[in-house]
């Protein structure tokens, strides 16, 4: 089992710069695929990043250009940087581990962005 801990949400004005920390404990970090969703208010959670244990990287298309996602296996972490961020990615941010059928959530992180 994986324990997940999302922390760097916030407010931002719209074009600032955010960046989000998962922290996972008890497991060996980095045979998982570690994955960003989001979800805002009345619409589904989606996808907005993933990295695989190779380093791989897929992003949802909204945010590609603007959100990088990198892990450190040393520290058992995987970050979301957002960059350009717009009043339409105001959302509770998740953080995801998953390995074969095998997938745990973390709490999520509230993100707003507004002026």
Request: proline letters at 3%.
């Amino acid at each position: 089992q994986v324990q997940l801990v999302e922390s760097g949400g916030g407010l931002v004005q719209p074009g600032g710069s955010l960046r989000l920390s998962c922290a996972a404990s008890g497991t060996i970090f980095g045979i998982y695929t570690m994955g960003w969703y989001r979800q805002a208010p009345g619409k589904q959670r989606e996808l907005v990043a993933a990295i695989t244990s190779g380093r791989s990287t897929n992003y949802a298309d909204s945010v590609k250009g603007r959100f990088t996602i990198s892990r450190d296996n040393a520290k058992n972490t995987v970050y979301l940087q957002m960059n350009s961020l717009k009043p339409e990615d105001t959302a509770v941010y998740y953080c995801n581990a998953r390995r074969g059928s095998y997938s745990d959530w973390g709490q999520g992180t509230q993100v707003t962005v507004s002026s």
